[in-house]
């Protein structure tokens, strides 16, 4: 693993995302779960690190989307864990309703391929414990850890956020491509939605952003968001 913060970290050897890790006095936290297939990953650095599955006791979803549960279900049945979600979000890891991409978005047998190529593949149905939304707390995983919601790229999008540690984890709420980048347009519903919610969550003091693609943040991060939510 990868420390990014004090005691969170980022998984390496993934095919694609980004799974957060933040350990606790009673095990690990996950926020979110990359591809089906990458539990394996997961296990070998957890294992590198000195864990083993079994020390996952909770993990937080960002939205629903492949890249970010596909992985979900076997990592509750290895682990125990509890799973945290929006109740917009909860049908979908259930397996209840389908994925929600923009109007303009048609699978075809070249996007299959596309996605099978760099990881993607299904999104095995999982449990949601607890239907979580914006203003709660959860000082379980930190003591200050709050739910915020970031609609957009999907319904019930959620970002968790540390004013202490200046700490963000923004899902896909944005992208880092290189550099701050909107969400990939054919996957997300709203875009106007996506942009209100980037420009709400500039108006945070960060020091470290966490993304759902892309190198975490940590130099001038406030002055950067701003500057990119203006252009908006």
Known sequence: MHRIHDDIYTIQGLPIGRVYVIAGADGLTLIDASV???ERAIERDLAR??????????ILITHAHPDHVGALAALVRASGAQVYAHALEAPI???????????TYKETALTRRISA???IRGMPPSQVDREIAEGEVLPEVLPDLQVIAAPG??????????????????????????????PLAQFTPDMAE??????????????????????????????RLRAFAATL
Do not use: N, W
Request: hydrophobic residues 40%; charged residues 25%.
């Open 194 to 223: 996506a942009k209100r919610s980037i420009k709400k969550l500039a108006t945070l003091e960060i020091e470290t952003l966490c993304f759902g693609h892309g190198v975490p943040m940590k130099r001038r991060t406030s002055e």
């Open 117 to 119: 190529l760099i990881g």
């Open 36 to 38: 089906e297939g990458a």
């Open 93 to 103: 890891i259930r397996g209840q309703q389908p994925v929600v991409y923009a109007a």
């Open 153 to 182: 790229h999907a319904r019930g999008q959620v970002v968790f956020y540390s004013p202490a540690r200046k700490l963000l984890f923004c899902g896909d709420a944005i992208a880092r491509f290189g550099r701050l980048s909107l």
């Open 49 to 58: 690190a000195g864990y083993s599955l079994q020390a996952i006791r909770r």
